[in-house]
């Protein structure tokens, strides 16, 4: 009866050391410095987390525009950066409890030019450490601009890129520059991108039958499997943005930072954005699989 008795209270400890371990592993604080571009990314990461069954808190310093410099100079004790986030400075934030998870980015117009990073990331790095001394840092990969853009982001100075593989290319190698520098891992948000754009079937193809010098509202070219957004109507004016991610974009970058981030399949996740077919999200969700971690 003791032994039975002892049997049972052991396997009672068991489970509850169980329940407990991975409670604390589907627990996750993350913590965003970046831009409208991790905004975009982390769109539908809280609804993946959900789903996933892990508890996701997001905290974010994100400035549209925002280079890592200028983050690190907003770093100070200024009025101005006080106010700088909606009222609130980085320290501040990132001093709330304990960050799991922080992670830091280029302004994608910057990103192919390692020399911008230099030495604002290290200085961002060691802050954090600083204020989060066992946080995971890492680098948020951004992504190139659409194919069919008017100009690519900066690569040596105020020299571009001539093409959006070769923004893909210089940006791709600035951020894993600086990562191996740092000693961090990166989230490889623009190298799912990139997968789909140069993929021969789903890639982006600019519809070169539309006549965009006559378009008339609500017309629109065919922006098939564009993951930006592109051509969109504002008050009967017809406006372009090949940099941000639309609703496929946003949600590819999701996938990609769940995968990341939780270590957890996305072949079978369920969310998706309803302006996403069934069939680009199968895609978005084979392609977020198959990016290198």
């Avoid at 190139?144 to 093409?163: H, M, P, S, V, W």
């Avoid at 991610?245 to 996938?255: E, F, K, T």
Wanted: hydrophobic share 40%; aromatic share 10%; charged share 25%.
């Amino acid at each position: 009866m003791i032994l039975s008795r002892c049997r049972a209270l052991f396997l009672l400890v068991c489970v509850c050391l169980i329940s407990t371990a991975e409670a604390q592993t589907k627990k996750l604080r993350l913590f965003i410095i970046g831009n409208s571009f991790s905004g975009n990314a982390a769109t539908y990461l809280p609804q993946l987390a959900k789903e996933g069954g892990y508890e996701l808190e997001v905290g974010r310093a994100e400035l549209g525009g925002c280079s890592l410099e200028r983050h690190w100079r907003l770093a100070d004790t200024t009025e101005a950066a006080s106010k700088a986030y909606k009222g609130r400075s980085l320290k501040e934030m990132l001093s709330e409890g304990t960050w799991d998870v922080v992670t830091m980015q280029q302004y994608s117009l910057l990103s192919g030019d390692p020399d911008t990073y230099r030495p604002y990331a290290k200085k961002l790095y060691d802050l954090i450490k600083s204020l989060q001394p066992n946080a995971t840092i890492v680098l948020h990969q951004t992504w190139a601009y659409r194919t069919d853009a008017k100009a690519f982001g900066k690569i040596n100075g105020n020299e571009r890129a001539a093409t959006a593989q070769d923004m893909y290319n210089h940006a791709r190698a600035g951020y894993h520059t600086i990562a191996d520098e740092l000693k961090v891992r990166v989230i490889p948000t623009g190298d799912a991108f990139w997968i789909m754009n140069s993929d021969p079937v789903w890639a982006y193809k600019k519809d070169t039958a539309f006549d965009f010098e006559h378009a008339v509202a609500p017309a629109l070219p065919d922006q098939r499997n564009s993951l930006h957004v592109g051509y969109t109507w504002a008050k009967d004016k017809l406006r372009f943005d090949p940099n941000h991610a639309n609703a496929a974009g946003c949600y590819l970058g999701s996938l990609v930072w769940y995968r990341f981030l939780f270590q957890a399949p996305v072949e079978d996740v369920q969310f998706k954005p309803e302006e996403v077919s069934d069939e680009l999200a199968a895609k978005l969700k084979s392609v977020a699989a198959e990016v290198a971690l």
